[in-house]
């Protein structure tokens, strides 16, 4: 562990336990005006565990907030700068979808709330389902999946539902080599086996191969388009034909959504279900692990098989028009998750596709193709790109180049972190050796792209000309390069008081 003699104060701070000293507070309370009750009767009658006070920090106010708001300033956050993470359409959220999730009517109202009394937020969701099924070119849309993974699952149990109403379920769910790692994930989850299909050069599914595979045990194929590899799939009306001739259903993966909204729907281009993550495409905070939401699309003949409740349109006793969650759907799977979804993401998807309109929708597709081409098109001199082709909404290059002077991806990423840049994606997707994967999204204007360009043409020459300064990065960060598999494996997660010393539990 490299060990820096810096005194600034954003980098020296400890643990927070370090700054306890007995009796400190950060309250005060007025006297007591009933029977002070000792503490050890909370802990007979099991309010505390016995413990459960032991070891907590005793610190005032200004220690808390200092302690928080330094450690805070360590973190990057999209909006701080650009997150060029491929696969992850790490895009700037706007703060007025914030404020539209946080109005009291969506965010204080209870999901049991009766349906008569809950019209606006009825309204919200069956308003959101309508967009998605426009935007997706599909019939219907269920909002239930907590995320894209819990909506892969969903869709393929969907599928496996009609399929086993029309006699049987099938056996096989064939996957791209390409595939993100959730989609094989949740085929066997839904009691499927993995078949894999290999790209051909150009990263494109191969049509001969998928000819010799498809027959009447393929329940699905699972596609991403674009590919993981960034690259428009442009057989898919062909590929989509081949899986429906043999009485398949085509699942598509839609996390890269972001290189098609407004410019062309996977329901016209044969998808049978996708799904839509709206904390990537629609611009919901993730990326800390927070909730996100993955809805899906389907076809008019897979909407009998959808989560209930479904939302429905009726007329009521004096002729108005109102909704109602409608439970009585004897086909459906039954429920992926409690109540409505993960409702506060699907505020900010709606603020989000409202506020742009279809015209915006369209031009922030284009604008995200437009910057990762132009990424590609200056660093393609410098770095090798993985495939030939025009990528879409991300590019892929890999280090061939930078290993001859024995700088690898992970080098390269690191060193990102010392030009202020959060790392792009690496080492994914696993068809390409020593990937790195960029998807600027079109949050960033032209300043900042050339910004990161910059940042990667000078990490190409620093590999030349001093490969031990690239290999040892990060160098202006608070911690230094840390053994990752020690991190991964043996995390120091308790600190411990009886071991302290000034610099316990910081390494
Ligand atoms: C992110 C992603 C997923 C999984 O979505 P989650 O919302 O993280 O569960 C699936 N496929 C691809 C291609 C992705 O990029």
Redesign the pocket.
Known sequence: MIKKATTHVNQNEGLIFERSRPGRVGYKLPALDVEAEPIDSLIDSKLLRDGDLAGLPEVSEVDVIRHFTRISTWNYAVDFGMYPLG??TMKYNPKLNERVARMEGFAASHPYTPDEFAQGNLELLKELEDALAEITGLAAVSLQPA??????MTGLMVIRKCLESRGAARKLVLIPDS??G??PASAAICGYQVKTIKSNANGAIDLENLRQVVNEDVAALML?NPS?LGMFEENIEEVCRIVHDAGGFVYM?G??MNALVGVTRPGDMGADVIHL?L??TFSTPHGGGGP?A?PIAVTKELEPFLPFPRIIEEKNHKGERVLRLEYNRPQSIGRVRAFHGNYAVLVRALCYIVTLGPDGLREATETAVLNANYIAHHLKDVYEVAFDGQPMHEVILNDKRQQKTGVHTLDIAKRLIDYGFHPMTVYFPLVVPGAMMIEPTESEGREELDLFIDAMKSIAREAEADPELVKQAPHNTRIGRLDEAAAARKPALRWKPAKTSSAAGRE
Do not use: I
Not at 147 to 152: K, M
């Open positions: 696969s992850c995320a894209g993974a819990q909506g892969e595939a993100h959730t989609n991403t993981t993966d996390a890269n993550n904390h990537k996100g993955g």
